[in-house]
């Protein structure tokens, strides 16, 4: 990790992650008082403070109307309007639905042994990637 991307990953931590996340977000200008009352901080001075951070950053920039994202640092997520989908969603809908497959369609007369490590493979992929969702939700 080079020394800019420490700097951001030290700066978007906490209230300022926070404050990042509704900007970006919102997809439109915010202005102190959008922040403020978006993230029930009791002073617009909080909301300033936590801006001047994130524009000192080159995370965003000043508008006429407020503030918008200038660099995107959520990796390996989809925006799908004001909602942020980790990439990881895809592999674990299709492990569900691998396995939807094997109980329903693909279900032997007879349940072999191949047939348990099938459905036991499966789920541990889904298992696996149903916590890396968890995770990078838990990021944005």
Request: aromatic share 12%; glycine share 6%; hydrophobic share 45%.
């Amino acid at each position: 990790m080079g020394t800019a991307e420490k700097v951001e990953a030290d700066i978007l931590k906490g209230t300022t992650l926070k404050v990042y996340r509704l900007i970006f977000k919102e997809g439109r200008p915010v202005g102190v008082h959008d922040v403020q009352r978006g993230l029930g901080f009791s002073s617009p001075s909080l909301a300033s403070y936590h801006i001047s951070k994130l524009l000192n950053a080159g995370l965003i920039r000043q508008q006429d109307e407020g503030y918008v994202v200038d660099r995107v640092m959520f990796e390996n997520t989809i925006r799908v309007r004001r909602t942020l989908i980790p990439l990881q969603t895809t592999y674990t809908i299709f492990f569900l639905m691998a396995f939807l497959v094997l109980l329903t369609y693909l279900r032997p007369p007879k349940i072999t042994s191949t047939y348990v490590f099938s459905l036991a493979a499966i789920f541990v992929g889904f298992a696996t990637s149903l916590y890396e969702v968890k995770r990078a939700l838990s990021k944005i």
